[in-house]
Nanobody, 119 residues
Framework: QVTLVESGGGFVQPGGSLRLSCAAS????????MAWYRQPPGKQREFVAT???????AYAEAVRGRFTISRDNAKKTANLQMNSLKPEDTAVYYC?????????????WGQGTQVTVSS
């Protein structure tokens, strides 16, 4: 069994910063792509950022230059540093990993963490 646990969400004023983390646990051979998605209130889930196992990153246009994704393979963790936060960044943030287990790749989602940006 594999579990992804997110942490770091909360309430912040516009212009502030938050750092999200997502840690994987369970029987894991290796982790390929790690990504963050978000679901704003009343909207569909959308892509935020991704990082490959070689460190290549990609970002949604709405967050590029403000958010930074990183990974720690030894700790099986992905991080999302969010700076210059805006009210439109308010959403539930989910991590998503592609994980190798016993020769098979499967994808997993975290439970989500709430980020609220408001004055």
């Amino acid at each position: 069994q594999v579990t992804l646990v997110e942490s770091g969400g909360g309430f912040v004023q516009p212009g502030g910063s938050l750092r999200l983390s997502c840690a994987a646990s369970g029987t894991i051979s290796s982790i390929n792509t790690m990504a963050w998605y978000r679901q704003p209130p009343g909207k569909q889930r959308e892509f935020v950022a991704t990082i490959g196992n070689g460190g290549t990153t990609a970002y949604a246009e709405a967050v590029r230059g403000r958010f930074t994704i990183s990974r720690d393979n030894a700790k099986k963790t992905a991080n999302l540093q969010m700076n210059s936060l805006k009210p439109e960044d308010t959403a539930v943030y989910y991590c998503h990993f592609y994980i190798n287990r016993g020769g098979f790749q499967m994808d997993y989602w975290g439970q989500g963490t709430q980020v609220t940006v408001s004055s």
